[in-house]
């Protein structure tokens, strides 16, 4: 499993990003077989998660900084999760990341499949 973000850029405060979190090249895998998760890590913070969807019944998860302002959706004919982000903060600033899991969980330890992150600056 190897997972690439991307979607990410500048944006002014209460402005929206849409992330996108893709299987990488061929690897030929259906991310709905996984649960897969957003995570962001900001400089010197340790990484956090944001949202996570399950596989099958797409049941959704979120942080308490994120809740009512992010969406974490599924297009499966796109083999890709998205990451919806409105009304955004400077406090929302961070690499972001997504992984794959067995199971649907805000803690990064069963994630796998990590890309490179995406960066996504809030600023005034």
């Known amino acids: 499993v190897q997972l690439e973000e991307s979607g990410g850029g500048l944006v002014q405060p209460g402005g929206s990003l849409r992330l996108s979190c893709a299987a990488s090249?061929?690897?030929?895998?259906?991310?709905?077989?996984?649960?897969i998760g957003w995570f962001r890590q900001a400089p010197g913070k340790e990484r956090e998660g944001v949202s996570c969807i399950s596989s099958g019944d797409g049941n959704t998860y979120y942080a308490n900084s994120v809740k009512g302002r992010f969406t974490i959706f599924r297009d499966n004919s796109k083999n890709t999760v998205y990451l919806q982000m409105n009304s955004l903060k400077p406090e929302d600033t961070a690499v972001y990341y997504c992984?794959?899991?067995?199971?649907?969980?805000?803690?990064?330890?069963?994630?796998?499949?990590w890309g490179q992150g995406t960066q996504v600056t809030v600023y005034s």
């Open positions: 992984g794959a899991s067995l199971y649907p969980s805000l803690g990064d330890s069963p994630y796998d499949g």
């Open positions: 090249g061929s690897s030929g895998f259906s991310l709905d077989d996984y649960a």
